[in-house]
Nanobody, 117 residues
Framework: QVHLKESGGGLVQSGGSLRLSCEATGIIHRIPAMGWYRQVPGKQREVVATIRSDGGTFYSNFAKGRFTVSMDIPKNTVALQMNRLTPEDTAVYLC???????????WGAGTQVTVSS
């Protein structure tokens, strides 16, 4: 079983920055991909950014140029540096990990990010 724990959320003013971190613990053989989604009440969960162990990344359009995803493979962690935040970025941010021996994606509980105008 894989457990994910996010940290780094909080309240920030528009234009500010936050860095989210997520650590995977438990029985881990190999994690080829990790990343971040976000969710606002009443809306569908949407992908923010993903990263593979070979360094390949994906960013949603709203994240390009503002957010940077990184992965520390030996430590089984993924981070999300978020710059130039706007109130529209307010959401619960959840990390995920695709451990090779799991049938389903593992998810963290989420961390709240609130951007004030």
């Amino acid at each position: 079983q894989v457990h994910l724990k996010e940290s780094g959320g909080g309240l920030v003013q528009s234009g500010g920055s936050l860095r989210l971190s997520c650590e995977a613990t438990g029985i881990i053989h190999r994690i080829p991909a990790m990343g971040w989604y976000r969710q606002v009440p009443g809306k569908q969960r949407e992908v923010v950014a993903t990263i593979r162990s070979d360094g390949g990344t994906f960013y949603s359009n709203f994240a390009k140029g503002r957010f940077t995803v990184s992965m520390d493979i030996p430590k089984n962690t993924v981070a999300l540096q978020m710059n130039r935040l706007t109130p529209e970025d307010t959401a619960v941010y959840l990390c995920f990990a695709d451990e090779v021996r799991l049938d389903e994606r593992a998810w963290g509980a989420g961390t709240q990010v609130t951007v004030s105008s």
